[in-house]
């Protein structure tokens, strides 16, 4: 019986050899290498997406306020309540309200996350003073899990922003990204 030719060659070529294995391990090792830092950052670009837009969120607010309180007639002092949100100064203030008075611990959030509408689930944050005025610093969640955290511990993670209030001007914001 004779075999046709073409069966005699696929029998010769039933796997792949150890030197195109041992090339394809080396080119996946290479493709990996190069492509998967690109993915590892992804973490740390969608921390600082999220205190970018949280910061804006927080720059297109206060102007808002700011015109609410100018329209209301009050002075430039006074405080006042526009929707629930008590501020001074044109400004939201970084503490939580109360009817009589601040509050700088976690029974409500500050008064500009409510203005700005930035949910405090979705961050670790503390109230402050800084130079005789108030402050909340805030980092994402993801980078900080405590519900409670100190200044000092939200500052450690180096992915934060802080809403610093001012007796006058407008409220100084900062952004700490080096470390999300």
Known sequence: MQI???????????????????????????????????????????????????????????????????????GFTSEIEILGVKGSYYQPWAVTATPTGFLANYSSPPEIFEWAGIDPADWAYRIFISNGTYAVVAAPKNVLDLAEPSESEVKATNCY?????????EPILTTVFTGC
């Open 161 to 169: 922003f802080i809403y610093h209030w001012q007796g006058s001007g």
């Open 4 to 74: 046709p030719k073409q069966q005699i060659l696929l029998s010769n070529h039933s796997g792949f050899t150890l030197l195109e294995l041992v090339i394809t391990i080396v080119l996946l090792a290479i493709l990996s290498i190069t492509v998967l830092p690109k993915f590892i950052n992804l973490k740390s670009d969608a921390n600082i997406s999220v205190i970018s837009a949280t910061v804006g969120a927080i720059k297109s607010s206060v102007p808002m306020f700011k015109f609410k309180t100018i329209t209301a007639g009050t």
